[in-house]
């Protein structure tokens, strides 16, 4: 166990690596800092300065070590646009997003899981039709356009829950949270299932496909013919086996709710890192751009790292396997 | 036995009888879906024969028509059947050169990444070895982030890169660029796979003991016995890779207002939501899905038809 844990996080180093590499030559060679940061006028002894104190005269690898050592220490050099340091900037942004991203999860989880069990279970009775068909429209529809039309119905014609921001926070020293306060949570409403929809859907329809492959293997007709209850069945004996590949799913898809997190903060201005993020890119605010990159491939690779681990956890017959091909990978 | 021989039947009485046009005549999701898709293209290609406006010709836009209602609401004006935005355009025609430029984008960035995919593919699977090893780890870390979040990324850098005035000009190739290049890897791997498969067979240890070069084997033996499947592939990302573009155009850094794509034009609409004026946006919005979706679904189906396992 431990082992394969370490093995894993060897894996992991190499593409950090290369991660922070391209987040570096962005870093150093897209756009000129020093121009930037100068302004109109200046002297060359002003610029020679300048570009000592950046460090940028000296060699290529010192500098990506330099670059690499201070991101370790959550320091990625100061946004062109906003002249602030962007570990401060992000560090403030990142509660907006998490809150935005976690409600969006569990919304997904919470009405995907079952919805998928009911379909899977009754097949071909009418509510699991009218889903299956909804599902269709919500892998199909971008996520902006469910935002606008979320915004549309709830916000402009019936004026239920506001349309932009995060209402009232509340602040704890680094944190900042809108679960404690009506206005917060009724601004996370719209942003959350606009976020949620499509990883709901997805979530759904694999359990269903799952659902259906599980429920004519042999062992539930077994299960069956022991003359246990439905219930037992479905749950106890199907719903388990069906989790391997859910998990995977929803431990990928974290990743794409985060990347969707951008879309969706645009379209309700929601004052987190993907809005941030996309107002870098629009005045190539490199820094920005690069500590974003950075902080992404940390979570995403943390994110496999568990996915690993919980397969792991539920599935035995991994356990054996690994244990038989250890080495041949 | 009677004497007459029968004619061999043409090619295209031929393709009328095969399996395929059977399951396809068999399945009413298919042909609605091709339908869509033909109306889709047919409108967008020939959008300034049809559409009933020209929304680029400035001389012909009259203030005085903005905002106008679609044609079936109280006030409408049945010269603009989905009504008009702030600048007294025309949406439909709106809709159509739009779907123009979405089409335009979406087909040429899934060609591109086809073109790098498929060269990729092929120099990791023949040769194999250290050259397989990088060109794969690459794509299984690109494969961990989503594409959209690389397209953004690279758009961000390379109109970083150019100099302003190339980079205003070329917006529309940086975006092919950055989506076609978000999703290269899927056809890489692809394309690596079969084509291992394929380099062990004996036609291929032939066309070596004859001394053909590596390049000529590549391209003119194996590329044709591996495309199947990618094409296939092609064809689901194609939806894919137009959502893409609009999402990028809505988020304000795809294509500018001057060449306006679904995207663009459902972001401009964004701003008179609150005004009241859906039109602007709804119809656009429902325009793109419905491509998506029929797109998608006719993906799905070809997948399918095309997979002896599913018969």
């Known amino acids: 166990m431990i082992g394969f844990i370490l093995s894993r996080l060897l894996q992991a180093i190499p593409v950090l690596i290369v991660v922070g590499f391209i987040s570096f030559a962005m870093f150093a060679f897209v756009g000129d800092p020093v121009t930037i940061m100068l302004g109109q006028d200046y002297t060359e002894a002003q610029r020679v300065r300048l570009v000592h104190e950046l460090g940028l005269d000296q060699p290529f690898f010192v500098q990506y070590a330099k670059f690499m050592w201070k991101a370790l220490h959550g320091e990625f050099g100061v946004s062109y646009r906003l002249a602030r340091p962007v570990g401060g900037l992000i560090l403030e942004r990142l509660p907006a997003t998490t809150e935005l991203a976690a409600v969006a999860a569990v919304f997904a989880l919470v009405i995907g899981l079952p919805l998928g069990v009911y379909t899977g279970i009754r097949r071909t009775s009418f509510l699991s039709r009218v889903v299956m068909i909804f599902s269709l429209l919500g892998v199909s529809l971008p996520t902006f356009l469910i935002g606008i039309l979320l915004i549309l119905v709830f916000a402009v014609l019936l004026g239920w829950l506001p349309s932009f921001g995060r209402g009232d926070v509340v602040h704890f020293s680094h944190w900042s949270t809108g679960f404690l306060t009506l206005s917060g949570l009724k601004a996370l409403v719209l942003p959350a299932i606009t976020l949620g929809l499509f990883q709901m859907t997805l979530i759904m329809r694999l359990v269903r496909a799952e659902m259906l492959e599980v429920l004519r293997s042999d062992y539930i007709k077994f299960a069956r013919a022991r003359g246990l209850s439905q219930r037992a069945i479905n749950f106890g004996h199907a719903l388990k086996n069906t989790l391997v590949p859910v998990i995977t799913i929803v431990g990928l898809q ?38 974003y990159l950075l902080l992404i491939a940390v979570v995403f690779v943390a994110i496999n790292l568990i996915v690993d681990l919980l397969y792991y956890a539920v599935d035995p017959r991994l356990r054996m396997v690994r244990r038989a091909s250890a080495g041949s990978r | 036995m009677s004497a007459t021989v029968r004619k061999p039947p043409g090619l295209l009485a031929r393709a009328l009888d095969s399996d395929f046009v059977y399951a396809f005549s068999r399945s009413p999701v298919a042909i609605v879906s091709f339908a869509v898709v033909v109306i889709c293209l047919v409108g967008a290609f020939f959008s300034p024969w049809l559409a009933p406006h020209n929304p680029f010709d400035l001389a012909s836009l009259n203030l005085m028509d903005s905002f106008k209602p679609p044609a079936f609401m109280a006030d409408g004006d049945a010269a603009y059947p989905l009504g008009t935005d702030d600048q007294g355009r025309d949406i439909l025609s709106g809709i159509m050169y739009g779907a123009r430029i979405s089409l335009f984008v979406g087909i040429l960035s899934i060609g591109f990444s086809l073109l790098v995919g498929i060269a990729l593919g092929l120099v990791a699977g023949y040769l194999g070895g250290f050259v397989d090893t990088v060109l794969m780890r690459v794509a299984d870390i690109q494969l961990t982030f989503p594409s959209i979040l690389i397209a953004l990324l690279v758009d961000g850098v390379v109109r970083a890169v150019l100099p302003r005035e190339v980079a205003d000009n070329a917006e529309i190739y940086v975006l092919i660029f950055a989506i076609g290049i978000a999703r290269w890897p899927q056809f890489a791997r692809t394309v690596r796979g079969s084509t291992m498969v394929e380099r062990g067979k004996e036609y291929i240890m032939a066309a070596r003991v004859i001394g053909l070069s590596s390049p000529r084997i590549m391209l003119s033996h194996i590329m044709p016995n591996v495309l199947g499947p990618v094409l296939v592939i092609a064809t689901l990302n194609l939806g894919l890779a137009i959502l893409d573009e609009a999402t990028l155009s809505f988020l304000g850094v795809g294509l500018p207002p001057t060449q306006p794509s679904l995207g663009t034009l459902i972001r401009i609409g964004n701003d008179f939501l609150f005004s009241g004026e859906w039109w602007i946006t709804v119809f656009p919005g429902i325009a793109l899905a419905m491509m998506v979706l029929s797109i998608n679904l006719l993906g799905d189906w070809l997948r399918d038809a095309l997979n002896p396992r599913l018969r």
């Open chain 1, 254 to 291: 974290i990743g794409g709710l985060l990347a969707f997190s951008i879309v969706t903060e645009t379209v309700f201005q929601w004052p987190g890192m993907g809005l941030l993020l996309v107002q870098s890119i629009s005045v190539a605010d490199i820094p920005v751009m690069s500590a």
